[in-house]
């Protein structure tokens, strides 16, 4: 397969640069893609357009959507248009298109899923879509998702030229077939063949700065409304300084909201402020996740654009097209070329500048519509062929940024990183240490006390926590006998025993709470067991206690244990009597022994959960 792209300044030059595409042309190709990417946001003149192109060549496959700016052998250019041809040899390609308006977004996943499913040897879906149908694509991409795993799905979400941006939010946006075109649908591109391989790959180059926001009201999907209970773009105000009256598209689109799902960091950039300080964004942000705004690291977009172009080569593509954010124009300008140029110098590159870009991660297989990222798609018909010593490595030249600017930026950059990276161990350490028993380095008692609520208000009907009161016996026997450093050791020894005798981690994700309570006395929480599980947790620990000598003259300590049971709606105060009391009747009754604190169990023959 091969690529040519063009830049075209009107439907003028049609007949120029097709005359030159038919003389370079490969004879008798399966199917050949022109992708128009365009800056003109005018229907009629896109209409145009795609039918002097398909009159040209008639069979071809057309496709395109309007664009932020466009991207052509390894450099942008803005308030144009790039028509990119995709030669294949072997391989076949066809469309769809589907009108938002007009279908569900379950009826339009389900659609494309069947038209993907039924094409033989299918190996990736190219998706197109204009900024109002994605606003709302999250459950299609949910329903999109479960197509078959070895299917790759890339994309972006149609722009408007970067010239025009004071106009940002009124989404004036298109994707096109020379059949149809729409402010509000979905384009899908079928890629099929025996031989075909294709290879995406992503990198962000923003990092996230400051402490972890609760998103907290969302409306729609998209509008986010309060974050920390405070009006979304308050955190703009506080952390970068900007007022609500320049909280414009562009002084904001640097600072991207950063979010984590799956592992990765995920941008979120604002579309558009609302008075009330909410804000519209073009994906998903779901109430209860954790937010962080970003910063651009210019550092950071270099070694991304190595390792990806590392991996580029490696698959060795006939073919790659680039799907980057605007935002990433808007913030490096013209440096933007230097990653560009990287992707150019292993294969023949054409691409568009998006609001919005479509991956289909491989570890997980879920589709996301990302922000601030560069998507790479390599394309290759058949196996890959080797390249010479002196042809490998092409990213390895020299890529550093010009700009003095962004030298200064990447300065900055690395300062806030490494301050803040200092910061968060700090923060850590003071919060560990505010958690933290001193002596035994176990959880204290405020700790231990706030998960005892967590766990007990978290219990629906019919779930159970079980917990267990521990205290030494004749510990002041101790300190008097051996002094205080001995006991000191003893309550060490107790807490290094209870974590070995308790879930600390669990493949079904389980795990029990311990610490210390006060003095002697130790709490331990086993979420989601009952009554007789919590028993024979407490005779594990009970008999690991007596089992080590652990006296200056040689003797063992015992202990004694209170067991009760807490279900949903009971109280802290009455659950944690419970417990004192059969730990009070198990001191009285000769210690080194487990009482149940009595209405704990529900039957007389209640077994034991697996602990």
């Known amino acids: 397969m091969e690529l040519f792209s063009y830049y075209v300044n009107g439907v003028r030059e049609i007949d120029t640069y097709m005359a030159d595409f038919k003389a370079k042309c490969p004879e008798n190709p399966s199917s050949i893609l022109a992708l128009v990417f365009t800056s003109y946001d ?3 003149t896109i209409g145009d357009f795609t039918r002097h192109l398909s009159s040209a060549m008639p069979g071809m496959v057309i496709a395109g959507c309007t ?32 009108d938002c308006g007009l279908f569900s977004n379950d009826k339009i996943a389900k659609t494309l899923m069947t038209t993907a499913v039924l094409t033989p040897d299918i190996k990736g879906v190219q998706l197109l879509m204009t900024l109002k149908s994605s606003s709302s694509m999250k459950p ?82 998209v509008m986010v409304k309060t974050i920390d209970n405070e009006p979304a773009a308050a955190l703009y105000n506080k952390y970068i300084g900007v007022n609500k009256s320049e909280m414009t598209f562009e002084s904001l689109l640097a600072f991207p909201y950063m979010l984590e799902r799956h592992g990765r960091h995920i941008a979120r950039s604002p579309l558009r402020v609302y008075p009330d300080l909410s804000l519209k964004f073009a994906a998903d942000i779901c109430v209860g996740e954790t937010v962080r705004l970003a910063y651009g690291d210019p550092s ?26 605007i935002s990433r124009l808007m913030y490096l300008h013209d440096e933007v070329n230097r990653e560009l140029s990287l992707y150019q110098a292993i294969a023949p590159t054409a691409g568009l500048y998006t609001y919005g870009e479509i991956q289909r991660f491989p570890e997980h297989k879920n589709i996301e519509l990302l922000n601030s990222v560069l998507l790479s798609v390599g394309f290759r018909e058949g196996e890959p062929v080797k390249k010479s010593e002196e042809q490998s490595k092409v990213y390895n030249a020299s890529t550093g940024f010009s700009d003095e600017r962004l030298s200064l ?5 690395h300062f806030v990183s490494v301050t803040s990276k200092e910061l968060e161990e700090a923060t850590e350490k003071l919060k560990r240490l505010a958690n933290e028993d001193r002596l035994t380095e176990i959880t204290n008692r405020g700790a231990i006390e706030e998960e005892f609520a967590k766990q007990l208000n978290a219990l629906v009907d019919g779930q159970k926590i079980a917990v267990i009161i521990l205290d030494i016996d004749d510990f002041k026997k101790v300190n008097d006998t051996f002094g205080h450093e001995v006991g000191d050791d003893v309550l060490k020894y107790v807490a290094k025993t209870l974590k070995a005798s308790v879930r600390t981690q669990s ?5 029990d709470y311990f610490g210390r309570w006060g003095g002697e006395e130790f709490l331990v929480i086993l979420p989601h067991q009952n009554a007789a599980a919590g028993v024979l947790v407490a005779e594990r620990i009970r008999k690991n206690l007596a ?65």
């Not at 994707?175 to 031989?195: H, N, P, R, W």
């Not at 930026?409 to 950059?413: H, K």
């Not at 244990?561 to 009391?581: F, H, I, N, P, S």
Request: proline share 3%; charged share 25%; hydrophobic share 40%.
């Open 67 to 98: 664009t932020g700016a466009e991207i052509r052998a390894g450099g942008y250019i803005e308030s144009s248009t790039v028509v990119v041809f995709l030669v294949f040899e072997h391989s076949m390609v066809k469309t769809e298109i589907l």
């Open 42 to 44: 005018d229907a009629a």
């Open 507 to 511: 493949t079904n994700r389980q795990r």
């Open 300 to 325: 950071a977009m270099l070694r991304g654009a190595k390792k990806g172009c590392e991996a580029m080569e490696k698959f060795a593509p006939q073919a790659i097209l680039l799907f980057s954010c």
């Open 409 to 413: 930026v990447r300065g900055l950059a």
């Open 547 to 611: 089992s080590t000598k652990i006296l200056p003259d040689g003797r063992n300590i015992t202990a004694s244990l209170g067991v009760a049971v807490g279900r949903a709606g009971d109280k802290l105060e009455t659950v944690y009597q419970k417990c004192d009391g059969a730990l009070y009747y198990a001191k009285e009754h000769g210690k080194n022994q487990v009482r149940l604190a009595e209405g704990s169990m529900d039957s007389p023959h209640e077994m034991p959960s697996p602990a």
């Open 140 to 221: 299609f991409f949910d329903k999109f998702s479960q197509i078959f795993h070895n299917i790759e799905i890339f994309g972006g979400s149609a722009d408007s030229s970067f010239s025009i941006w004071p106009r940002a939010g009124q989404e004036f946006t298109y994707v096109f077939t020379d059949e149809m075109i729409s402010e509000d649908a979905v384009l899908a591109i079928y890629f099929s063949g025996a031989d075909l391989h294709l290879h995406t790959d992503s990198y962000l180059g923003w990092i996230p700065l400051g402490r972890e926001h609760i998103v907290t009201e969302v409306e729609d999907d």
